[in-house]
């Protein structure tokens, strides 16, 4: 056994942990434990520092309930956080950390500065893409918290697919005024700097005719 292989193993004898082991040598938990196997150092058992101790769940619960999370209770009690959160779970204790339940809460909060701020730029006719930059935010995140708060429009392809089918929309007004005029779809797209494709969906969607002109 070299000095530093004994040096772990007295480390993880007196009680440490094998991942602080590893960080006082850098080195990895599994790297610990193979060389303390090889060096003839049995495995602790698990538990709270290696011993078999009653944690008291009561005490978790509380503590839980005070909105603490598993490592901050384990270094309380002195436990390994994993081995409290199993074994609290085991009794009932809620698994999900308070800190998820509060960002559900404000991602649903009108009140939200940021939700607040996400629905003035939607309601300027911002996308979701100009929004999440204005904002900081992904793209998800603003999506999810306008479709949560009931912001719209939730997507911009919704939105747009919404005014292709809308007779009192201004792009398609000045369609049904060029199609009247007996413009062809080909002139009208190029005038108003569309697509022929997307000159031919509104004309359909509007069920425009030649000669006719949206009111």
């Known amino acids: 056994m070299t000095d530093r292989e004994r040096a772990m193993a007295e480390m993880y004898l007196s009680g440490r942990p094998l991942r602080e082991v590893g960080e006082a040598f850098g080195l990895t938990r599994q790297r610990v434990q193979q060389i303390l196997s090889k060096v003839g150092v049995e495995r602790r058992s698990t538990g709270c520092h290696g011993y078999r101790i009653a944690i008291p769940m009561e005490k978790v619960r509380e503590l839980r309930a005070a909105g603490k999370t598993w490592a901050e209770i384990g270094e309380k009690l002195g436990c390994l956080p994993d081995t409290v959160m199993r074994r609290a779970i085991k009794h009932g204790v809620p ?93 009208i797209a190029s005038a108003m700097g569309l697509s022929m494709a997307t000159v031919y969906q509104r004309i359909m969607l509007c069920d425009m005719r030649p000669g006719e002109e949206a009111a």
């Open 95 to 187: 698994q999900q950390a308070y800190r998820y339940r509060a960002k559900e809460r404000k991602i649903g909060d009108k009140s939200d500065p940021l939700n607040v701020r996400i629905a003035e730029l939607a309601g300027a006719g911002k996308s979701v893409v100009q929004i999440a930059a204005a904002v900081g935010v992904s793209k998800y995140a603003v999506s999810y918290r306008m479709v949560a708060c009931g912001i719209q429009p939730a997507h911009e392809a919704k939105c747009q697919r919404r005014r292709r089918n809308d007779k009192d929309d201004p792009c398609n007004k000045e369609i049904a005024r060029l199609l009247s005029a007996g413009r062809r779809p080909e002139e």
